[in-house]
């Protein structure tokens, strides 16, 4: 206990004096992936060299993912004495500016900067927004995020002075009584998506007999369009650790197993690195401070299969076999991994075990709606302007987040894809449905692990079902039939109707398959695999009529399916289609109406991206003359 | 049935000393052997089912099902297409297609020089940077067709 006492200490004195009241100037860089990505490597080597020419010592910070992607790479610069500035969209040239700006002349560049972290009289002051006031962020709650941005991840001193581990001293001190009492209490429900009680589920793991147990975390986040796992391990990888040890403390198990997606290397580079400093902190190993309780955490990587997510299929993969689910009971907690009782929680769930744990459950039950109560992550991508890893109270409507937060769309707003792969797509007219597991369900979707995809009308719907079965087809491990041949089916159906060969009784077919997907498969990959497919079926059924009926793809996407026009009152002449056109196929001259020759067009898109102005627009095909001849013959 | 171990695994014997022989270590010996190789070989399977003591049909059975895994020599640049379901609303198919067109290859498949190697992965979990290509082990972000031709060409 002593060990970690002193740690803490040096901690927060470290803390204050290089963070806090530092008397250089910090500079903060967001280097997850998604900052490097941006670019935020190039950046940082600017930053170091230009502190270097002009000969000024400043203390680098690599912090995490802060939330708005779409702003990154995000520097931000806090000065002797003042609050740290945001400056978003960093350039090698920009960083240079800001920097001499800040350095030499002591000059914030306030039109540059994007927010800043101090109070409202700073504000005043600068002319800056705050940057928790942004509309993006405004209606945010972070609870699992806190840190997230905020302190640097490879250090574990920043989350040892932010609140780090009291909640699992808390738990050492109270028992485990108080930490089951607190999750009940809390209403926490897995993250993972199936928002099962996380009270109940360690409750289960601990009463369960057996002289091994273990705690699994699962973070093998494989949706496709989903990275609130990886943002959080990359970000904030204590908080996972601390979880972890508290549920292993609770359910009285020695080995915590990561399971970590190879597609990771950063976070599995990170959780490493913290599990390094989290023994040294004395928290890890034998009789921790001082109890009698001993626990080791060790990282598995995942070797690339979507249906590991899967707790039976992931502890097939943990023992070093195929990753194939089996029928349920026995119930990890109770059979799990080597045949011992198992506790498998989603990595949010156990990154939010800790807040709970220091502030108490009723603190927790505040955020959010009675049955869904506290805050979850989502990844907000797509057609939405802002971008980016957001968090919000449970019970909160889709439509704040598509419009408040993700600032809406560009083109007319289509729908919503919630759930991951396995989830639903939802049309304007369920916007209003708040974010809870029971609503989520009700519309046709799942909560699933937080992904959101915005759509406009140039997503066709019948496309992205095609996309999200191809997705299922590929990864069903094919242990049950329904599931195997379910997604065949309804793959083939779909890829017959993007080629213009749809017929009407497909869609009967695609919805009879879907049912029995759902009745019969084994795991919850085969039973909602049909959701992206039955929920656009219902929501978006003149769509696939018209790719049917007309042989039409409205939104430009299923090649054949329509035809590329220029309109006139659009088109400004700018030439910059014809230039980037690889078939020739459109001609203009400057600041002349171009015309586009659909015999050479091989619709590759490559105009409809760099036309400002919208004038390349996708129309039905005409019925050729043979066409209709061949149909009233076939009538 | 003792065989000869081959001389380039005896190395990797060696290296598979921190690991305990037991069959469900199969997943971490494999990921060891391929980031040592590059790929897992015949020779691999042989030697880590005779090491496991399990068939080599087990071995490669497990190693094939999942995606991380590959059987053949990688190829110079290695270049995956996030087709990821942001990727995918935001043109990663269209951008799969340009980058086939450019290094003439298919997704799965290495050029005949060896150069370029080519996949179409789940996702890279940079989604709110989509669509994203990685290049050998970097991530680019919002990559158009003329930020890609660029990359490529400065290969």
């Given amino acids: 206990m002593n060990r970690f006492h002193s740690c803490r200490q040096q901690a927060l004195q470290k803390w204050d004096s290089q963070i806090l009241h530092s008397d250089i100037p910090v500079i903060y860089l967001g280097t997850a992936s998604c900052g490097i990505a941006a670019g935020a490597l190039d950046v940082l080597e600017s930053i170091q060299q230009t502190a270097a020419e002009l000969g000024r010592t400043v203390r680098i910070v690599q912090v995490g993912c802060i939330g708005p992607c779409y702003l990154e790479p995000i520097m931000d610069i806090a000065m002797p004495g003042s609050p740290r500035v945001s400056y978003t969209n960093v350039t ?215 249906v590991c997510g899967e707790e039976t299929a992931l502890i097939a993969s943990l023992e070093g076999r195929r990753g194939m689910p089996r029928p349920r009971p026995p119930f990890p907690s109770e059979k799990g991994y080597n045949g011992c009782p198992t506790l498998i929680n989603n990595t ?54 598509v419009e408040e937060i993700g600032g809406g769309t560009e083109l007319a707003f289509k729908a919503v894809q919630t759930g991951g792969p396995l989830g639903g797509c939802l049309g304007p007219s369920q916007l209003d449905t708040p974010i809870t597991y029971e609503a989520m369900r009700d519309q046709g979707s799942i909560m699933g692990s937080g992904g959101l995809i915005v759509m406009d009308e140039s997503t066709c719907i019948v496309d992205m079902a095609r996309y999200f079965i191809g997705f299922a087809l590929r990864e069903s491990c094919g242990n049950c039939t329904p599931c195997r041949i379910g997604t065949r089916v309804l793959s083939d159906r779909l890829e017959k109707i993007i080629r213009g060969e749809g017929e009407p009784d497909d869609l009967e077919m695609m919805h009879k398959a879907a049912d029995t997907m759902v009745k019969t498969s084994l795991c919850g990959l085969g039973q909602a695999a049909s959701n992206p497919v039955t929920s656009s079926l219902n929501y978006f059924q003149s769509e696939y009529e018209a790719h049917i009926h007309d042989r039409y793809c409205a939104s430009g996407v299923c090649k054949g399916l329509f035809q590329y026009i220029i309109l006139p009152e659009s088109c400004n002449g700018c030439t910059l289609c014809a230039k980037v056109c690889p078939a020739n196929a459109i001609q203009g001259k400057l600041k002349e109406l171009h015309t586009l020759d659909v015999n050479l067009c091989t619709q590759c898109h490559a105009c409809v991206e760099v036309c400002a102005k919208r004038a390349i627009v996708a129309v039905p095909v005409p019925a050729s003359q043979d066409h209709l001849q061949m149909s009233e013959v076939l009538s | 049935m003792a065989k000869s171990i081959t001389p380039d695994l005896e190395e990797d014997l060696v290296d598979f000393t921190s690991f305990s022989h037991r069959p469900n270590q199969l997943i971490p010996i494999l990921q060891h ?80 020089d060896r150069k370029f190697e080519l996949h179409e992965v789940a996702c890279l979990g940079c989604c709110a940077q989509a669509p994203v290509v990685e290049i050998d082990g970097k991530i680019h972000g919002k990559v158009t067709r003329k930020k890609l031709n660029q990359i490529l060409e400065g290969l």
């Fill in chain 1, 92 to 306: 090698v040239q920009k960083a240079k500016k800001i920097l001499k700006s800040c350095l030499v002349n002591n000059d914030l560049a306030p039109q540059m900067a994007t927010g800043h972290f101090g109070d409202e009289s700073f504000s005043v002051k600068t002319g800056i927004p705050r940057f928790f006031d942004l509309p993006m962020l405004k209606p945010q709650i972070r609870v699992i995020l806190k840190n997230c941005g905020y302190i640097d991840p490879e250090d574990g001193d920043h989350y040892l002075a932010n609140d780090g581990y009291l909640g699992f001293l808390k738990v050492l001190e109270e028992g485990p009584a108080y930490a089951l009492a607190a999750l009940k209490e809390a209403g926490l429900r897995g993250r993972g998506g199936a928002g099962f009680p996380t009270f109940k589920k360690w409750e289960l793991c601990r009463d369960a007999r057996g002289e091994q147990k273990y705690v699994v975390c699962n973070a093998d986040e494989g949706d496709p369009g989903a990275f609130m796992n990886r943002a959080l391990i990359e970000s904030d990888p204590h908080a996972v650790l601390e979880g972890l040890l508290i549920a292993g403390f609770v359910v009285g198990a020695s080995q915590g197993i990561i399971y970590a997606r190879a597609e990771y290397p950063l976070a599995v580079k990170r959780l490493r690195k913290a599990i390094a400093q989290l023994r040294d902190y004395g928290l890890l190993g034998d009789k921790i401070c001082g109890s009698g309780f001993s626990f080791d955490i060790l990282i598995k990587e995942g070797a690339g299969a979507f």
């Fill in chain 1, 348 to 401: 949010e769930t156990l990154g939010t075990v800790p807040a709970i744990m220091r502030s108490g459950g009723e603190w927790y039950q505040q955020f959010g709606v009675t049955g869904n109560h506290g805050t979850k992550t989502f990844s907000l991508v797509g057609k939405v302007r802002n971008t980016g890893l957001i968090e919000v109270p449970l019970g909160t409507p889709l439509r704040q987040i």
């Fill in chain 2, 33 to 112: 052997f391929q980031s040592q190789k590059g790929y897992i070989s015949q020779a691999a399977v042989n030697q880590i089912a005779e090491m496991l003591g399990i068939s080599e049909a087990q071995v490669y059975g497990v190693a094939s099902f999942y995606t991380q895994f590959r059987f053949e020599k990688p190829g110079d640049h290695l270049v995956r297409v996030c087709m990821g379901t942001a990727c995918h609303v935001q043109g990663g198919e269209i951008l799969s297609e340009e980058i086939q067109k450019i290094i003439g290859i298919r997704p799965g498949e290495i050029s005949q």
